[in-house]
């Protein structure tokens, strides 16, 4: 069987959606959620060894890509620079590729123009193509979605995600088709990037993620022989701060007590300085990823590691453009998925109930709550008809009914 490894963001890590169904206990996920291309190409050098092992990559990261330039703010040139460094990456890896482009759904003034969200699944439209990859297009097969609000929501509930039980269908169709494939063949190249981890001095892990990390008590001097910093990942106690200083310039960076990656805006020379502070807070010269202020910080920040690029990158020479190998042919058929809603929606059509169904119901019901209340307490009503001892279904609908209830009094 060809072993997995799967890198993207939040719709790689939802734990009931495409990774469960993609991958299995063997099979690799280096995912991490609001990260962009970035991230992926630290992770591939982070976990090498792991990544010398398997014979596909699946990977999926235009969504965070476009949220990291319009929400937290990172350069557009930076990120769509960090895309092309990522796909050339994975293509001196050796490994057989599978990209998604996932649709972002313009719901709220929250989420990036559509010009945005354009030229960044155009740019990995383009690279699939240069570089020959299998391509699964989710974006391009969503705007053939019928224009529906009812149909486009149920499919994506929230602006970021496709529903989890339509993401998890996705994976296993995905695994099918890799576990019908020849093994791996193409030689591994020469990475332009390299990971530095610093002596580790404690240790964090949870149900996903493990990491020897250095709590950085005292000020540590970097000295890389020909190559930048980019990135950093980060995985502190609580809201903390780093100081890059070189050449009589520092920039500050914040972090919470996730596990994080970030860019570094403005690529750092090969020597300098980080350091950490407990106390008052002092402004951040660059973004970070879901990172509120604060006035006191209260915790050393604790450090992963570095991930350096080589002042000189060589990029892969492909001798003619090629053309991606399309494979929406495994994205599930939408009419599981809506049409059931739209049934029970307009009343008096035969609405099949069995279990499968109660997922689905409860988990648009879920993902819809922060945007149609009234939506999700009828779906979650019919999940409760189907599946009336299931105790998340009744408890949500009693707090969907509830807050319809207060709403209607104001």
Not at 210 to 226: G, Q, Y
Not at 377 to 386: P, R, S, T, W, Y
């Amino acid at each position: 069987m060809n072993k997995i490894c799967l890198l993207g963001g939040s719709n790689s890590v939802l734990k009931t959606g495409l990774s469960s169904g993609l991958c299995d206990v063997d099979d690799y996920v280096f995912a991490l959620g609001a990260t962009s291309s970035l991230q992926n190409i630290h992770a591939i050098s982070l976990f090498s060894n792991e990544i010398n092992e398997v014979d596909f990559i699946v990977t999926e990261s235009n969504v965070n890509d476009t949220y990291n330039i319009h929400n937290v703010g990172y350069n557009k040139s930076l990120i769509l620079n960090n895309v092309i460094h990522f796909y050339d990456e994975l293509y001196k890896t050796g490994k057989k590729i599978i990209c998604l482009i996932i649709s972002i759904k313009k719901y709220t003034e929250q989420v990036a123009p559509v010009e945005l969200i354009n030229e960044v699944n155009n740019l990995h439209r383009e690279l699939c193509d240069k570089y020959s990859f299998y391509l699964i297009d989710l974006d391009k097969k969503f705007q053939d979605l019928s224009p529906s609000v009812l149909t486009t929501k149920f499919i994506q509930p929230d602006p970021l995600h496709p529903l989890d039980s339509f993401m998890y269908t996705l994976g296993c169709n995905i695994r099918r088709f890799i576990h019908s494939e020849s093994k791996n063949k193409r030689e591994k190249t020469k990475s332009n990037f390299r990971v530095v981890t610093l002596n580790s001095n404690c240790h964090k892990k949870n149900s996903m993620f493990n990491r020897k990390l250095h709590e950085l008590k005292s000020k540590v001097e970097i000295d890389i022989d020909k190559a930048s910093l980019v990135g950093i990942e980060t995985w502190s106690d609580a809201l903390s701060e780093i100081l890059i200083e070189h050449d009589n310039e520092v920039i500050i960076k914040h972090f919470n007590s996730n596990l994080a990656f970030n860019e570094i805006h403005k690529p750092i020379p090969t020597k300098f300085e980080i350091s950490s502070r407990i106390g008052k807070s002092s402004n951040a010269t660059e973004p970070s990823v879901n990172v509120t202020s604060a006035d006191i910080l209260k915790d050393y920040a604790k450090i992963s590691s570095l991930l350096f690029l080589n002042h000189i990158p060589q990029f892969s020479f492909i001798s003619s453009g090629g053309r991606h190998i399309s494979l929406d042919f495994l994205i599930p058929k939408l009419e599981p998925f809506s049409g059931g809603v739209a049934r029970f929606i307009n009343k008096n059509i035969p609405f099949v109930t069995n279990d499968l169904t109660a997922d689905y119901l409860r988990d648009a019901a879920l993902r819809l709550e922060d945007i149609d209340i009234k939506l999700s307490f009828q779906l979650m009503k019919i999940a409760h008809e189907i599946r009336p001892k299931g105790p998340l279904i009744k408890k949500k609908k009693e707090e969907y009914k509830k807050k319809i209830q207060k709403i209607q009094k104001k």
